[in-house]
């Protein structure tokens, strides 16, 4: 008997297994740039690759009053520049446009909610669909709480038909543990948990899933994944831009918000995390908070044995000048901000102890490189001697990030000669080099994520949570110490010495990138 | 994204140890050569599968060859290439290598793939051919064989290297009997002996039409139309019938239909639907016998339609009562390339075509 109401028989076999149902994606802050470059972007590339129900359409919502022809030529321009299938098409420009709608009202008007609602009906009716709606919060974070109230006011957090409404919260998300708690709380009195998806773009990049691939794929690394084997991990997020026009809100948030807090913290569980009993969103994400409630916690008054921070001053990158970071648009003369950390933390596990993760971040840095390196143990005895008047070098794994996808692992050999001479080569697998098939941008990934209900790549309100925990102490420590001078470093170097003089007292070094 | 030969060593008598050598020498030239240009990253040299090519002529293996060098920059691998002719006086069985490089753009990585030719004339070369290409597969890695043209079951050949295969690929598009053809993958399938899995470039070629078909019914309030579903009209271009009938015996299976009765240009199932075959005439590039659409007419006229709007876009149409929803999706670009790529890409078995060459055995 054909079971047609739980399955789609057709579906079986495909290479897309499960296709998301019909639903309608409602984006606040409709007019801003991250809708413009991202959001409809990537909207449009799903359809592209049939990847959208057919019931389906798009709201943005914004204040300015502005009719749908307009919203729709916007969203074509973003489309034109930023996609990275552009031009639109025209065929399927013509059809997808005619799903793109524009509702206008403020975020705190109870009306526009209603105008809203009866639009959503609307749509149902005539797109098909089917009372499923996603609301894309992409304001600025001051305006999520209300956003969030007024939804739950006009009844917008159920579905009119029995469907699902999943709501996406862009970062940051809050701004220490006390307004990220109030933030949770004001979520939870209007939307269940499993609805809400707060987004780390970081999570939808293409090589940040593959390290759970590379660790839960292979049994060869899990043995040695551990304190018996490795010395230390380095995490590096580097940027080779200054702030690039968003100034005002740096100088609020600085490299440990914009960064270490989301970005830095996520590449760390993904690393550190024990393998999850199933590949499912609570599972992989209890694993995760595990990590975070393991980080050994730094007493505010000790911030400064395991942090160094620093800010660029006028220099060169990349053979350009750079102007100092308290010279740039938007950011105070006097600012205290920090650009660049670097940062030892321990995790109180089994698995960990003993052994130090140095994670290191900031603007004006060389070149732009993220990378997760994992060094192992020193042999106990090297049969060899000094070769070449250096030491045999441990063996060393590298998970590329970006820009150049891959891993690589050094390991020691002997030089072709009559002599035993020890030269670490590197063994490297490049992405590129063996999927030369362009990756999905990291919000197509998780926009379709989210319209499947899959929150394996979202954050949970306890992983927020345990994150600023962590985070709260940084912070509070470096108010006591707000009237120190912040070291800087030359726009174009690698932090400021006191960084490097951190990691040597360890008797470790920074890899060179 | 061009792509160059960066090495051919000289044709050679076959010696599976001399062209691995020549291959290696290759390898190394071009390290070497990035090396004096001062290129930043070392060649590096990954190979995701084996492919023997079997082809039946020259031009045959021109086109095969300009497939797979297409597909080096996804997926690279050792391409064999294989021109066996039996009906030759001589008695000659010669090889020559090749390295194909992708010129990469800017920030992209220089990808490279093997390419080995083996060229054999005269029964006794032919016969010698087996021995040759065995040692020549990389280890370790999955090993298909593309049979370019025709019918391979029965041919020496195959029985040979299929112990060795991991997959073999027909093109049933290219066979004179299809019929007949479709009977002997069945056969194929079924036989306990044959390890190796059958696939088709056709169901490559059908992939976005189920896709899209079966994207229709994703949404639960449509979905119980499928059970409820009484006539399917598939329309091709005039041609070869087998990618319609293909896509019939796909969505019977899949919806636990038999078919018992082929009656002129149509399908009755037992359960009372009717499938009926269309062609219209083929315009344009399009090829002879290839997909144009297919409409279906559930109890009550609701109706589904996936069809070409124009080239390169489908559309894909629904009316339910009141609800006539419409969108515009690009079809897939239609090439060799594209349908062994989607071919090459999968190792396990496929049980939706299994079902549907099973259901169309019994059938045609």
Redesign the interface.
């Known amino acids: ?2 079971d ?2 739980t399955a ?9 297994e499960r ?4 639903n309608a994606v409602v984006i606040f802050g409709a007019s801003g740039d991250l809708t413009k470059r991202k959001l409809v972007p990537a909207l449009y590339n799903l ?2 690759e ?1 990847l959208l ?4 359409a798009v709201v943005g919502f914004a204040r300015r009053p502005i009719p749908d022809a307009e919203f729709r030529q916007q969203m074509l321009e973003g489309i034109n520049a930023f996609s990275r299938n552009r031009p639109a ?1 025209p ?2 420009w ?3 446009s005619q799903k793109l709608h524009y509702c206008p009202g403020n975020f705190d008007d109870p009306a526009a909610y209603q105008q809203l609602a009866a639009l959503l009906n609307t749509l149902d ?1 005539e ?2 669909t ?1 009372g499923n709606r996603l609301f894309y919060l992409a304001t600025a974070p001051e305006y999520f709480p209300v956003i969030i109230q007024q939804l739950g006011a006009a009844g917008l957090n159920e579905s009119p038909a029995g469907g699902w409404v999943h709501v996406i919260i862009e970062k940051p998300f809050g701004r220490d543990l006390s307004t990220a708690r109030d933030l949770n709380r004001t979520v939870q009195s209007v939307f269940r948990e499993d609805q809400v998806y707060r987004i780390d773009h970081y999570l939808g990049k293409e090589t940040v899933q593959n390290i759970l691939v590379f660790r839960f794929a292979n049994g060869i690394f899990e043995p040695v994944w551990n304190r018996n084997y490795v010395d230390h991990v380095q995490i590096t997020v580097a940027e080779a831009v200054g702030v690039e026009g968003r100034g005002g809100y740096y100088d609020t948030a600085g490299v440990i918000r914009d960064m270490i807090q989301n970005h830095m913290l996520q590449l760390l569980t993904l690393v550190a995390m024990d393998p999850p009993v199933a590949f499912d969103a609570n599972a992989v994400r209890d694993e995760k908070v595990k990590v975070l409630r393991a980080i050994h916690p730094i007493a505010p008054a000790d911030v400064d044995q395991f942090v160094v921070r620093g800010q660029y001053s006028a220099g060169s990158v990349g053979g350009k000048p750079a102007p100092g970071y308290r010279e740039e648009r938007g950011v105070a003369p006097g600012s205290v901000t920090e650009t660049f950390l670097a940062l030892r933390l321990h995790l109180d596990s089994w698995r960990w102890a003993g052994v130090p993760f140095y994670l290191r971040s900031g603007k004006r840095l060389p070149k732009r490189s993220t990378e997760i390196a994992i060094q192992f143990k020193q042999i106990p005895l090297s049969l060899f001697g000094r070769t070449s008047g250096s030491a045999i070098e441990p063996n060393l794994l590298v998970l590329n990030i970006q ?2 996808e891959g891993i690589s692992l050094r390991f020691n050999s002997k030089l072709p000669g009559s002599i035993v001479q020890v030269r670490p080569v590197n063994m ?3 992405y ?6 362009p990756a999905p941008e990291a919000y197509e990934r998780l926009i379709l994520d989210c319209m499947l209900g899959e929150a394996a790549l979202f954050t949970r309100d306890d992983e927020v949570e345990a994150a600023w925990t962590f985070v709260n102490r940084l912070l509070e420590g470096w108010e006591r110490l707000r009237a120190a001078e912040l070291p800087t470093y030359e726009a174009g170097t690698w932090g400021p010495r006191a960084a490097h003089d951190f990691i040597e007292a360890d008797g470790r070094r920074w890899r060179r990138l | 994204v061009s792509t160059e030969i960066a090495g051919l060593a000289p044709r050679l008598t076959v010696d599976p140890a001399a062209i691995e050598r020549e291959l290696s020498a290759l390898w190394m030239a071009e390290a070497e050569a990035r090396q004096r240009h001062g290129l930043p990253k070392p060649l590096s040299r990954t190979l995701l599968h084996s492919l023997i090519v079997v082809t039946r002529d020259r031009a045959g293996s021109d086109l095969a060859c300009q497939v797979a060098t297409a597909l080096n920059p996804r997926q690279p691998g050792r391409t064999i290439m294989v021109e066996a002719t039996e009906a030759d006086p001589e008695d000659r069985l010669e090889a020559w290598v090749s390295l194909q490089c992708t010129v990469p753009r800017d920030g992209h990585e220089q990808v490279c793939g093997e390419q080995i030719s083996l060229e054999a004339r005269g029964p006794a070369a032919v016969r010698r051919l087996p021995g040759a290409v065995l040692p020549l597969l990389l280890t370790d890695v999955p090993a298909f064989m593309w049979w370019q043209s025709g019918r391979p079951f029965g041919q020496s050949l195959l029985k040979d290297l299929a112990p060795a295969l991991d997959r073999l690929i027909v093109d049933s598009f290219t066979f004179a009997q299809t019929a007949q053809g479709i009977r002997e993958i069945q056969q194929a399938i079924a036989d306990p002996h044959f390890a190796a899995i059958v696939s088709d470039l056709s169901w490559a070629r059908l992939a976005p039409w189920r896709y899209l078909t079966a994207q229709i019914f994703d949404a639960a309030p449509v979905r119980p139309y499928l059970a409820r579903l009484r006539e399917v009209e598939i329309q091709s271009y005039a041609g070869p019938p087998v990618l319609a009938w293909l896509y019939a015996g796909w969505l019977a299976s899949r919806l636990g239909w038999t078919l018992v009765q082929r009656d002129g240009d149509s399908l009755v199932t037992q359960q009372g639907s009717v499938i009926r075959f269309e062609t219209v005439p083929s315009v344009g590039e399009v090829l002879p016998g290839y997909f144009t659409g297919v409409r279906l007419v559930a109890d009550g006229g609701a109706t589904f339609e996936v069809c070409r709007l124009g080239p390169g876009h489908t559309v894909t149409r629904q009316d339910i009562g009141e609800l006539h929803t419409e969108r515009v999706v690009p079809l897939r670009q239609e090439s060799l390339t594209e349908w062994l790529g989607h071919e090459l890409a999968r190792l396990g078995p496929v049980p939706t075509y299994d079902a549907a060459v099973r259901l169309l055995a019994t059938a045609l």
């Open positions: 008997m054909l047609t109401l789609n028989p057709l579906r079986e076999g495909l290479q897309v296709m998301p149902e019909p359809e592209l049939g129900p057919n019931g389906f098409q065929e399927v013509e059809a997808f009716e797109h098909g089917a820009p150049d490297d697998f490049r590129g080099t063996s999927f030369g098939v």
